[in-house]
């Protein structure tokens, strides 16, 4: 048989360590307690050590619960260093303090508008060829929009677009009239007449224009206009240009055509297709059965608005071109409703 002292010891030492632990209040008494029990010089240890001096059969039977107690106490030290860390998150977030046990929160990234992106496609691939990217006033003088395009007022060819004017007051009282300007072109006079050519621009930027919205017309929207100017410039320059320009944004294989079509601006007139890039020109819902799909509108630039810069027509001349970014990435993203891009909705914007 044991002597029952020292198993009596061991069960004293056990309780002792028991109710000490659960007064224990702070990290630092749990500390003092860990020492005291099961340190190098604590009670258990100490009891432990004089182990080797009982008989070999005491020696087992009172080592095995000397363990036992030592398992339970080390096992009641983790639960109660448990309990005092929880109880310290509780007290701190009542004080306010940060729960840093919560997941962190994931940072909404932000996307790139899909018109932006567009834009950015549109624009590399002019700036590539060595176009420079300038931008203009979204309101404009009728001058610019209309009458130094050869759009003089009473021209019938005004009704093509449909006009915001700005109610404003001349302090100068001469009659100039104000408006959102319709598309990107008057940028063509202002750079003119502050540049001496070779010129090469392409400008993007919201137009306005005083029509109801449908599937593929809003009534503010972006267009990129291009301008060229130099001596020598011809209409196979136009064609070249305009046909890397399809290549690079919808395809290596695609065709292009032109047929003739009337802006005061230009002389000839001309719109630009592409052979379809969805049914190879065969023939589908997107180019509507023709095999092609009309992608902007271009031309020389006429005599008379080179004129009215101050260029002699007879020297220079250039061509133009004005396409709408957002029809292009309805066509390529396979979008079926213009409405899509400014009513904002997290649904179509988050797919970008
Ligand atoms: C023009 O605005 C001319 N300034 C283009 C031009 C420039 C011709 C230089 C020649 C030389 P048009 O009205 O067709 O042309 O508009 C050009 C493009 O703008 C259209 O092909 C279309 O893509 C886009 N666009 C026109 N109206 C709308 C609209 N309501 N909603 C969305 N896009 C539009």
């Known amino acids: ?81 448990q309990a005092l860390k929880e109880a310290g998150y509780s007290r701190s977030l009542l004080e306010g303090g940060i729960d840093i046990t919560l997941p962190g929160r994931p940072m909404a990234i932000g996307r790139l508008h899909p018109t932006t992106r567009i834009l950015r496609e549109i624009l590399e691939a002019f700036t590539s060829m060595g176009f420079s990217v300038l931008e203009g006033p979204e309101v404009e003088w009728e001058h610019y929009n209309f009458d130094a395009l050869n759009i003089p007022s009473e021209h019938p060819a005004r009704d093509m677009w449909d006009t915001l004017w700005v109610d404003w007051a001349d302090p100068s009282s001469q009659e100039r009239n104000m408006l959102m300007r319709t598309h990107t072109s008057p940028m063509q006079a202002r750079v003119m007449e502050n540049n001496e050519p070779p010129i090469r621009v392409v400008v993007p930027g919201k137009c306005y224009r005083y029509e109801a919205s449908d599937a593929t017309h809003e009534w503010h929207f972006y267009q990129v206009e291009g301008l060229a100017v130099d001596t020598g410039i011809t209409f196979a320059d ?73 260029y002699d027509p007879k020297k220079y001349t250039g061509f133009a071109f004005g396409m709408g970014p957002e029809r292009i990435a309805m066509l390529k993203y396979g979008i079926d409703d213009i409405r899509h891009f400014y009513t904002n909705d997290l649904r179509f914007l988050n797919q970008v």
């Open 1 to 81: 048989m044991p002597k029952p002292s020292l198993l009596e010891q061991l069960n004293y030492i056990a309780k002792e360590a028991d109710s000490q632990l659960e007064s224990a209040a702070s990290e630092a008494d749990i500390e003092s307690w860990r020492v005291a029990y099961l340190g190098r010089q604590g009670r258990l240890t100490m009891l432990l050590r004089n182990l080797s001096s009982l008989p070999i059969d005491d020696r087992r039977v009172v080592g095995l619960e000397a363990n036992r107690v030592k398992k339970l106490l080390e096992e009641k030290l983790n639960g109660r260093q």
């Open 238 to 310: 136009l064609k070249g240009t305009l046909y890397q320009f399809a290549k690079r944004i919808f395809g290596q294989d695609r065709q292009i055509r032109f047929r003739c079509d009337y802006f005061p601006f230009v002389e000839p007139g001309v719109d630009m297709s592409i052979d379809c890039f969805s049914c190879n020109g065969k023939g589908c819902r997107i180019c509507k059965e023709s095999g092609w799909i009309e992608i902007l509108g271009a031309g020389m630039v006429h005599p008379n608005v080179l004129q009215g810069v101050g």
